[in-house]
Every structure is written in structure tokens, then in C-alpha cells.
């Protein structure tokens, strides 16, 4: 039995959970409205005050589905209640953001700015070399946060471009000149 998967999943006080035919569950919570729909094999029991998924048999689908259905239902009530957010760190000589309405202006040593749209449900702040990614949906909060990287990803000589701010960056050694 998948040891994530077998746990229930509590419902906190200000969150509510309906479960409408064909596994599509919508969470609605003080932040705002989830709605996502689940594989039809896993078996999904809303009762009071928490929610248990099952499964059927033990194919290879159906036990990987199990945990990841519990973490995914786990993840709306989280989001919905409390919201998700990245922090990113800009770091080089003449790297910068800046934020006009819901666009995200990143200077990065290119030869034009790089332009980013904020998606739907989802905002951006800009504080000096900061940029934090906050928003409901745990999936978009980490896919945008991964696009703002990979347009300057860090380089390992200088320490250069746009790095989470709880990642380390490996530094490597440069070349040596001939004495």
C-alpha cells in the first residue's frame, strides 16, 4: 500500500470540497476557487472533515496514481488556504527586474529586455534583486518560476544570471594564466 497515498487528507475550517461525477473535485477556500480532474480508476471519498483515496488493484498505474492523487488534493486545500510562492535571486553586474502592471521587465545582458506576462492567477513582485512568484496553484507558481530562470540560468564561473534564492550554486575554478 503506498504509504503517501493511504494518509487522508484533513479539510480545514474555511475550505469547502465537492466532488462531482467523473472525479472532478473543485476546492474553494478564503484565496480562491481549484477545480482539477482525477484519473476515473482512483476511488475518492469526501466525508466529514477529510478525504481518502483508494484504489482498485495494484496494476503499476493505479500505485502511482494513488500518492500522487492524495498529494495533488492535498496541494488545492494548501494552496486555496494558504497560497504558494518562489523566491528568485537576480545576481550580476547590470541585472535587473522591474514590474509595469502585469509585466515583468527582466534586464539580463542581452542585447533587449526580456518581456514576461504574468499568467492567469498568478503575481509577481519585484524588491531590489528579488522576484517572488506567488499564486494558488502550486503547479503554476513552480512552471512560471522556471521560465523566469531559464531566460538567464546561473553560470557557475561567476555566479551570474537568476537562481532560487534556497539554491547553491556549485562554483567552479577559473583558468590560470601561464607565470
Known amino acids: 500500500m503506498s504509504r503517501i497515498g493511504k494518509l487522508p487528507v484533513t479539510i480545514?475550517?474555511?475550505v469547502d470540497v465537492k466532488l462531482a461525477d467523473g472525479n472532478v473535485m473543485t476546492v474553494k477556500g478564503p484565496k480562491g476557487t481549484l477545480t482539477r480532474t482525477f484519473?476515473?480508476?482512483m476511488n475518492i471519498d469526501v466525508q466529514a472533515g477529510e478525504i481518502t483515496v483508494t484504489r482498485p488493484n495494484d496494476l503499476k498505474r493505479n500505485r502511482a496514481l494513488h500518492g500522487l492523487t492524495r498529494t495533488l488534493i492535498a496541494n488545492m486545500i494548501e494552496g486555496v488556504l494558504n497560497g504558494y510562492s518562489k523566491e528568485l535571486e537576480i545576481n550580476g553586474v547590470g541585472y535587473?527586474?522591474?514590474k509595469q502592471g502585469k509585466k515583468l521587465t527582466l534586464t539580463l545582458g542581452y542585447s533587449?529586455?526580456?518581456i514576461m506576462e504574468d499568467p492567469e492567477g498568478i503575481e509577481t513582485k519585484v524588491d531590489g534583486n528579488k522576484?517572488?512568484?506567488s499564486g494558488i496553484d502550486k503547479e503554476k507558481v513552480g512552471?512560471?518560476?522556471a521560465e523566469i530562470r531559464t531566460k538567464r540560468p546561473p553560470e557557475?564561473?561567476?555566479g551570474k544570471g537568476i537562481k532560487y534564492t534556497t539554491e547553491?550554486?556549485?562554483r567552479k575554478v577559473g583558468k590560470t594564466g601561464k607565470k
Request: net charge positive; proline share 12%.
Open 96 to 98: 535587473r527586474a522591474a
Open 12 to 14: 480545514p475550517a474555511g
Open 156 to 158: 557557475p564561473y561567476k
Open 143 to 145: 512552471q512560471f518560476a
Open 39 to 41: 484519473a476515473q480508476e
Open 168 to 170: 547553491t550554486i556549485r
Open 131 to 133: 522576484i517572488v512568484v
Open 112 to 114: 533587449h529586455p526580456v
